[in-house]
């Protein structure tokens, strides 16, 4: 454990081209302030064992023998499991649902994470894509829930409908059922997803006849329904936000945030939590969370800098066109790389895409936008 966080940022050691690597310049929320606050930081790194002191006479234990008897005598710790963390703080049908969808080892953001979440203290989940930032944040909320309040008790904020999509479907996996367990019908947990383009008349009757435990929401939508009173946040326990850089880096998307995290509900009445993979500037963001009570004062900093480099397999590419050229080239990329199978990231011209792959023959396309529903 290191008491500051790293010279080297997460963001340099992300891909340059990937839809959740969001490459976007810092908001004047992230401007350099010198000097930086300091403030609790957790940073998981590989341990360094320190040097022998000149008057120990024992020789170090890895050059005292190499038999296969002193290997023996010093096994290596078993790896810390997800269970062993999360019990007595998830219910059982959690943790079995998560074992069957295959999430069983701890990943350095959650062994160092959710100790501080499972105590109550507000937390910045610092780490890079992939690193199992959803899961963690999850575990701590179902670890509150609690299925007799019919109130709504934990809500996520995410930047995009894909996203949210996303995250939505990672809560109903584990809030399912799992094989050979018989659960109480009162144990089950109602999500809903409150994206930008759902239904939100239908989604206004449900929250007012019977509020959803937990709420996926991105933030236009939601403060629609903050505006119009038809739900409050004040039996939130938990609030997450996801991707906070990508939405303080959105003058459209920032204003209705600062709302929603001082307005609309009380930093002393709720747990915060935001996660992101990159944070410019971050001892300046969490010295603005404490100053303008987005956190409270003893907020933490969870950093998982990534030690291991980028996969040598992996080749990024980037290609620049003119705008009315833009799916003439697309076309050109699938017929000369003929890629087995592959994920476009679009923004509004959904169908004009789903046409152009349907050029390439012999590929079968799938619009997740449109075939998943948000109101689910």
């Given at each position: 454990m290191a008491s500051s966080a790293p010279t080297t940022p997460v963001s340099s050691l992300r891909p340059p081209v990937s839809s959740a690597t969001k490459l976007v310049s810092p908001s004047s929320l992230f401007l350099?302030?010198?000097?930086?606050?300091?403030?609790?930081?957790?940073?998981?790194?590989?341990?360094?064992?320190?040097?022998?002191?000149?008057?120990?006479?024992?020789?170090?234990?890895?050059?005292?023998?190499?038999?296969?008897?002193?290997?023996?005598?010093?096994?290596?710790?078993?790896?810390?499991?997800?269970?062993?963390?999360?019990?007595?703080?998830?219910?059982?049908?959690?943790?079995?649902?998560?074992?069957?969808?295959?999430?069983?080892?701890?990943?350095?953001?959650?062994?160092?994470?959710?100790?501080?979440?499972?105590?109550?203290?507000?937390?910045?989940?610092?780490?890079?894509?992939?690193?199992?930032?959803?899961?963690?944040?999850?575990?701590?909320?179902?670890?509150?829930?609690?299925?007799q309040r019919s109130s709504v008790q934990a809500l996520i904020v995410v930047p995009t409908r894909e996203l949210g999509i996303q995250v939505a479907k990672v809560v109903r996996l584990l809030a399912a059922k799992p094989m050979g367990l018989e659960m109480e019908q009162n144990k089950s947990y109602t999500?809903?997803?409150?994206?930008?383009?759902?239904?939100?008349?239908?989604?206004?009757?449900?929250?007012?006849?019977?509020?959803?435990?937990?709420?996926?929401?991105?933030?236009?939508?939601?403060?629609?329904?903050?505006?119009?009173?038809?739900?409050?946040?004040?039996?939130?326990?938990?609030?997450?936000?996801?991707?906070?850089?990508?939405?303080?880096?959105?003058?459209?998307q920032v204003s209705s945030l600062r709302k929603l995290l001082t307005l609309y509900s009380s930093c002393n009445s709720r747990q915060t939590v935001f996660a992101s993979a990159s944070i410019p500037q971050h001892n300046r963001f969490l010295h603005d969370c404490i100053q303008q009570k987005w956190t409270k004062g003893d907020v933490v900093h969870i950093h998982v800098n990534p030690i291991e480099p980028m996969p040598s397999c992996l080749n990024h590419r980037y290609l620049t066109c003119h705008r009315n050229r833009r799916h003439q080239t697309l076309l050109h990329l699938l017929q000369r790389d003929n890629p087995e199978s592959g994920i476009i990231f679009v923004g509004e011209q959904v169908h004009q895409i789903k046409h152009i792959c349907c050029s390439s023959p012999g590929k079968e396309v799938y619009d997740l936008m449109t075939s998943l529903s948000v109101a689910e």
């Open positions: 350099p302030c010198n000097p930086e606050p300091k403030f609790p930081t957790v940073v998981a790194a590989r341990p360094i064992q320190p040097p022998l002191s000149a008057s120990s006479h024992e020789p170090p234990r890895a050059l005292a023998s190499f038999s296969p008897a002193a290997d023996e005598a010093d096994p290596e710790p078993a790896p810390l499991t997800l269970r062993r963390i999360c019990s007595g703080h998830v219910p059982e049908h959690v943790l079995r649902r998560m074992e069957e969808v295959g999430y069983i080892l701890a990943t350095d953001v959650q062994r160092e994470a959710l100790p501080a979440l499972f105590s109550g203290r507000d937390c910045v989940l610092h780490a890079q894509t992939g690193s199992g930032k959803t899961l963690t944040y999850l575990l701590r909320i179902f670890s509150v829930m609690n299925t999500v809903m997803a409150l994206l930008d383009g759902g239904t939100l008349k239908r989604q206004r009757s449900w929250l007012k006849a019977d509020p959803p435990a937990i709420v996926v929401a991105t933030i236009g939508s939601l403060c629609q329904m903050l505006e119009k009173q038809v739900f409050k946040l004040d039996t939130v326990r938990i609030l997450v936000i996801d991707e906070v850089d990508f939405m303080f880096n959105s003058s459209k």
